[in-house]
């Protein structure tokens, strides 16, 4: 055979020459099997390109001329000269399809295969195929119905059934905040601990998810409903600076609207129905500003310069694009990124001002109802200010001494849905890390256990114990499993991961229907 080749290589071996020796197959991210190598499933790689001659195209000439078992073969490419890419893990392993071309499935395109081809839209991690244009006013007008209902509910019941207790207005936010904020958590963690391979149960959880968490565009995008209007990293980014302005903006038109038509009615000024008119008006705003306050970290953290990623060509390059994660078909090296990470930057007096206001207006709140000796909120309601009622279920399902807690929920909301961005090694320990976090807030919790009303107490601390499984989950998930047992392992952690995630909010529909029964 040495004729007209060399002695074929053992397994785990290639050569780039037909007459040179073998060398050991690097093995991340690569296979190596009759004298070539290959890109495994589930991992990405991109090719130099120089017109014709681009590198992969040689190197497929390469292997065409080593599958030749005669000396028939063409001197010109019997030796492959260039550079073999650098092999990354792909975010979602079904998304590559590997090979020398590194192919993408169906759905999926760009760098990592982490970008969605046209007629699909990206939740979480995953592309979905469009629906159709009935089932997304269907969508969107489940989204509405919800809001809509919060929106009744803190206008239309402000009454308590009994003297001094608490209305239906603060037990059914104290509910929706506990709710909405584990399934904001849980969306965060499994965006940023995409490279762990969940159940597909869990793809089954996302789809509920996106309705908890009242984020639009994560429903469905509207690239699906007009085809012209693409969405990504940077339309996220402003979408959320627009929504939080919205939602300011409505609330106040509607304050001024009903104030005006009250002077043209009565044609009089009566400070105390203004007041009145004000404290759901505020109350809506502040309550639809702290829902989406996580995802409006997230949104501004995804552009700043650490959640970029660098993909070289090849080990040992310089100058390598960076790209970032929250949208591989953004460069971070370029003007225009630069004027976004500003706006980011800038944002950042947001992320830090909004939980401080709050928390003031609390800490004002409780300090003058210890100087009233008032120690039952219900009792003061009436004769609180506008603001004051407008913050009340920040700190109204929590004893006296622990007034503050909400600031405490919104730190462990922060670091687990927007900060984990930051987590890039794709490693055990990154996912470890975020597991010790929870668990600490959880023991925190058990330790002071700062709600009063028993049923709210339960349903927190069920909602930090299944976000620390999760997390737990998620660190065996990085175990090797054995073969034999990984299906089976996999059917039943999805199995426990659907059941547990769902516990919370169904906790809370049972109590809704046994008050509704009894």
């Known amino acids: 055979m040495a004729g007209f080749r060399a002695c074929r290589c053992l397994e785990n071996y290639f050569r780039l020459d037909r007459f040179g020796s073998c060398t050991a197959c690097p093995g991340h991210?690569?296979?190596?099997?009759?004298?070539?190598?290959?890109?495994?499933?589930?991992?990405?790689?991109?090719?130099?390109?120089?017109g014709s001659n681009s590198q992969k195209y040689l190197y497929k000439l390469l292997i065409a001329n080593l599958a030749i078992k005669s000396d028939s073969y063409l001197s010109?490419?019997?030796?492959?000269?260039?550079?073999v890419p650098k092999a990354y893990k792909c975010l979602r392993q079904d998304s590559c399809l590997g090979g020398i071309d590194s192919e993408?499935?169906?759905?999926?395109?760009?760098?990592?295969?982490?970008?969605?081809?046209?007629?699909?839209?990206?939740?979480?991690?995953?592309?979905?195929?469009?629906?159709s244009k009935k089932l997304v006013a269907i969508q969107f007008g489940v989204l509405g119905f919800i809001v809509l209902v919060i929106i009744l509910v803190i206008v239309k019941s402000e009454k308590s059934s009994k003297?001094?207790?608490?209305?239906?207005?603060?037990?059914?936010?104290?509910?929706?905040?506990?709710?909405?904020?584990?399934?904001?958590?849980?969306?965060?963690?499994?965006?940023?601990?995409?490279?762990v391979k969940w159940p597909s149960e869990v793809s089954v959880l996302e789809s509920y998810i996106r309705f908890v968490q009242l984020n639009v565009l994560q429903i469905v995008s509207p690239s699906c409903v007009e085809e012209s209007f693409q969405v990504n990293a940077y339309s996220h980014f402003v979408f959320t600076l627009a929504g939080n302005f919205l939602i300011v903006i409505v609330p106040l038109f509607w304050y001024l609207a009903r104030v005006t038509w009250m002077k043209i009615k009565q044609n009089q000024h009566d400070e105390s129905r203004i007041i009145e008119i004000k404290k759901p008006c505020l109350k809506i705003t502040a309550f639809l500003l702290f829902v989406a306050y996580p995802s409006?970290?997230?949104?501004?953290?995804?552009?700043l310069p650490l959640s970029c990623h660098k993909l070289c060509l090849f080990e040992g390059a310089t100058n390598c694009p960076s790209f970032l994660r929250a949208d591989y078909s953004i460069l971070c090296d370029t003007d225009a990124h630069r004027k976004y990470t500003w706006a980011a930057y800038?944002?950042?007096?947001?992320?830090?001002?909004?939980?401080?206001?709050?928390?003031?207006?609390?800490?004002?709140?409780?300090?003058?109802?210890?100087?009233?000796?008032?120690?039952?909120?219900?009792?003061?309601r009436g004769?609180?200010?506008?603001?004051?009622?407008?913050?009340?279920?920040?700190?109204?399902?929590?004893?006296?001494?622990?007034?503050?807690w909400e600031s405490v929920e919104m730190v462990r909301k922060v670091i687990l849905s927007a900060g984990v961005i930051f987590a890039g090694s794709e490693s055990r320990t990154q996912v470890g890390i975020a597991a010790m976090i929870s668990a600490a807030f959880a023991m925190l919790h058990g330790r002071f256990r700062p709600i009063t009303d028993r049923f709210e107490d339960y349903l927190q601390m069920t909602s930090l114990l299944v976000t620390s499984f999760n997390l737990g989950i998620g660190v065996l998930l990085k175990v090797p499993s054995d073969e034999a047992t990984g299906g089976r392992d996999n059917v039943g952690l999805g199995i426990l991961l659907f059941v547990t995630n769902a516990l919370v909010i169904n906790i809370l529909l049972g109590e809704i229907i046994k008050d509704i029964i009894f």
């Open 29 to 50: 991210g690569v296979e190596c099997s009759n004298d070539t190598l290959r890109l495994s499933h589930g991992f990405y790689w991109s090719w130099t390109s120089n």
């Open 76 to 83: 010109e490419s019997m030796k492959y000269v260039g550079r």
């Open 104 to 131: 993408c499935a169906e759905g999926y395109a760009g760098p990592l295969c982490a970008n969605c081809q046209s007629g699909f839209y990206k939740r979480m991690i995953a592309c979905h195929k469009c629906p």
């Open 163 to 195: 003297p001094g207790r608490r209305t239906i207005a603060d037990i059914f936010l104290a509910h929706v905040k506990i709710v909405i904020g584990f399934y904001q958590v849980l969306a965060g963690l499994l965006q940023a601990f995409s490279y």
């Open 296 to 303: 409006t970290c997230v949104n501004i953290f995804q552009i």
């Open 346 to 380: 800038a944002s950042l007096s947001y992320v830090i001002g909004f939980p401080l206001f709050l928390a003031y207006i609390v800490w004002k709140t409780h300090l003058q109802s210890q100087r009233s000796n008032r120690f039952s909120i219900a009792d003061e």
């Open 383 to 404: 004769s609180m200010e506008a603001v004051a009622f407008a913050i009340l279920f920040l700190h109204e399902n929590y004893s006296p001494s622990c007034w503050y």
